[in-house]
């Protein structure tokens, strides 16, 4: 059974751009979660989607969205790229994220904002 | 408000000696806390799932165990694959993957 994938790798933006990346989950699963991790601050919980639906949201600017696809992929996308949004950006999923569920993280997208 | 604390921050063990890592949390309603292990350039495998105050856990030379306000993550003869950046994660209240994540503890074991 194929793990999480996330695409790309690694992206270079400049200031002021915006970006988008891309989440698989595993098959079946229907939700996915977003997380930043960063030295400073570890992982935080971006949003979740459940069914297409945002779920939950955390603290973070309006500038991050995402959105989740009737085949349960997900994209996140960040505008007006600043250079704190630097980070490793990783993508989860599970089958329905009920309660003690484990999540499954995909290896991340490392973005770097110049 | 929710948070999670993990000690010591980094960890350095010569192969076989035993020790633990620590994992307190202050949330309301606790659903489930989560331990991880996460190596260099990829993200966070799990570990364990622990529901209620006494449960326990192993998986190899791994234990995790859990009060009403911390966990601990116990290492029995580590072996240099031990090492890694463990993190501690607690969902609080409803049906989410939203997990609140310690800064995590980063083992390395020398042999």
């Known amino acids: 059974k194929a793990g999480v994938t996330q695409t790309p790798r690694y992206l270079i933006k400049t200031r002021g751009q915006q970006v988008t990346l891309s989440c698989s989950p595993i098959s079946g699963h229907r939700s996915v979660s977003w997380y930043q991790q960063t030295p400073g601050q570890g992982l935080q919980f971006l949003f979740e989607?459940?069914?297409?639906?945002?779920?939950n949201k955390g603290n973070f600017p309006g500038r991050f969205s995402g959105r989740q696809f009737s085949n349960s992929r997900s994209e996140m996308n960040v505008s007006t790229l600043e250079l704190g949004d630097s980070a490793l950006y990783l993508c989860?999923?599970?089958?329905?994220?009920?309660?003690?569920?484990?999540?499954?993280f995909g290896s991340g997208t490392q973005l770097s904002v110049l | 408000e929710d948070q999670v604390t993990q000690s010591p921050e980094a960890l350095r063990l010569q192969e076989g000696e035993s020790s633990s890592l620590n994992c307190s949390y202050t949330v309301s309603g606790l659903r489930g806390l989560f331990w991880y292990r996460q190596d260099p350039g990829k993200g966070p495998e799990f570990l364990f799932t622990l529901y209620s105050a006494g449960e326990e856990k192993e998986k190899e030379r791994l234990k995790a165990t859990l009060t009403k306000k911390e966990s601990f993550l116990h290492i029995t003869a580590p072996k240099p694959e031990d090492s890694a950046t463990y993190l501690c994660a607690v969902q609080a209240g409803g049906n989410t993957g939203k997990l609140i994540f310690g800064q995590g503890t980063t083992l390395q074991v020398k042999p």
């Open positions: 989860a999923s599970s089958y329905s994220a009920a309660t003690n569920e484990k999540l499954f």
């Open positions: 989607y459940f069914s297409e639906t945002q779920r």
